[in-house]
Nanobody, 117 residues
Framework: QVQLVESGGGLVQPGGSLRLSCAAS????????MGWYRQAPGKQRELVAV???????NYADSVKGRFTNSRDSAKNSVYLQMNTLKPEDTAVYYC???????????WGQGTQVTVSS
């Protein structure tokens, strides 16, 4: 099993910044992808940004140029730097990890991000 623990959510004004952190522990061998998804009230969970072990990152179009996902393999951690936040970024953000062979997904408990004046 893999445990994912997030931190760094909170309330921020539009245009502000937040940094989310996620640390993986447990059976971490074989993790290929780490990143973030989010779910806003009444909406489906959606991809925000994920990074492969090789360093390739995929971003949602809505966050490109504003969010940066970085991965520290030595610390088994991933970080989401969120800049120029908008009210529509308000959601619960979930840390995500995927193992390969066999493919298995892991999720954190989620951290609330609220963008409001």
């Amino acid at each position: 099993q893999v445990q994912l623990v997030e931190s760094g959510g909170g309330l921020v004004q539009p245009g502000g910044s937040l940094r989310l952190s996620c640390a993986a522990s447990g059976s971490i061998f074989g993790i290929n992808v780490m990143g973030w998804y989010r779910q806003a009230p009444g909406k489906q969970r959606e991809l925000v940004a994920v990074t492969t072990r090789g360093g390739s990152t995929n971003y949602a179009d809505s966050v490109k140029g504003r969010f940066t996902n970085s991965r520290d393999s030595a610390k088994n951690s991933v970080y989401l730097q969120m800049n120029t936040l908008k009210p529509e970024d308000t959601a619960v953000y979930y840390c995500y990890a995927q193992k390969s062979l066999p493919t298995r997904d892991y999720w954190g408990q989620g951290t609330q991000v609220t963008v409001s004046s």
